[in-house]
């Protein structure tokens, strides 16, 4: 089913709703603790400019719920911030690659060169399909629509690009890189000997009980002469007259087509351009892909600010002061850190070969205090930005309605 589902009641919370419920039911789940919400929950749910941000907030909340529920009831293990620096990635292990085309690169994006990029599997569960792509389209019940969904979506994506309806920009910085201690390393423009410098969290959760390291993307960047990337890409500059005639229209389904469209396009750019980074900019691979070819298995990462490795949204800032993508793409900050157009990627990019994806959980009141510090950030706000990588629970966040 895909009917949202609103649940309150004296016998009902949002952390039930959270543990037992939400994640069960394949529409959106709304814990409204007063029924004098519900009309406005509804005009959210109803709306196609408000629906998705609506639920993507939802769906972090929950997120968040069943977190402090583990951290209650179920005694996650962590250690102190000087037992998990002790078990970082050895610096010994790394071995720094040089950029062969250093600095700043902008370039313009050909749609058709990004569509075989595109995760498709996302898009659809943007719909909230379940399932995997591409076999769901030929589920007995989920099949007909999804089908439908995927040939008009490339109708649209036809019309975007033959029409030129759509502008993709990127822009990639190359700069020289040298970690300053275990968790902040300088960016370095030998062009016009700009620096600045980024800050990184470390996992705190018991992982040398496990055999495996405690991470930070600091571990992945050597004392000298390496070169760590810096990808922005603005998948969000729609024709405005094309924009105002969806705005105006009653056709619904063809602007949340758009919207999630958009966002998938942003993801593919980035894709693309990674691939771009490695064989050409960087140029540390000789990997070459074939025509409607995805990249799997290559060297190096590009975790997204604001994701599970860098959390820390204002981290977004050190990267719009290298790159000004502002000037340069047309893509902008907000001051809570939001990209705007919301269409938009802004990641780092590691080239180190053992380099990989994780998530800095198990976060202590001690590296926050530190990190708090060194960031020039307030405590509080910082703890609320990063809720769900605490491992403890903090008195200063409110998860009550």
Known sequence: MKIPVMIGGATTSKAHTAVKIEKKYAAPVVYVSNASRAVTVAQSLLSPDLKIPYVNKLKQEYEFERHLYELKYQKQSNVSLEDAIKNAYPIN????????????????????????????????RAWEYKGKYPELLTDEVQGESAQKLLDDTKEILKKLSTEKLLTIKAEIGLFEAEKQNDFQVKVVNK?????????????????????????????????????LGMLVVNAGIVDSNYFSELKNSNNVYEQMIVQILTDRLAEATAEYVHYLIRTKYWG?????????E??????????????????????????????KPNENIGLSLTENMSMSPTSAVCALVFADENASYFSVDGLGRDQLERY???????FAKLESMLGVHLGYISESIDTEE
């Open 93 to 124: 292990l790394l071995k720094p690659t040089q950029a062969q085309n250093p600095g700043i690169h902008i370039l313009d994006i050909n749609i058709d060169d990004v569509v075989p990029f595109i995760y498709w599997q996302g898009y659809f």
């Open 191 to 227: 062009e016009n000997n700009q620096s600045e410098i980024l800050s990184f969290l470390r996992q705190q959760t018991d992982n040398k009980a496990n055999g495996k390291y405690n991470l930070s993307l600091a571990d992945f960047i050597a004392e000298k002469n390496d070169t």
């Open 284 to 292: 540390y691979s000789s990997e070459n892909l074939q025509p409607n």
């Open 294 to 323: 995805y990249p799997e298995n290559y060297r190096g990462i590009r975790p997204a600010i604001g994701y599970s490795s860098i959390p820390d949204h204002f981290q977004k800032q050190v990267v719009w002061n290298m790159l």
């Open 372 to 378: 708090a510090q060194a960031t020039k950030q307030d």
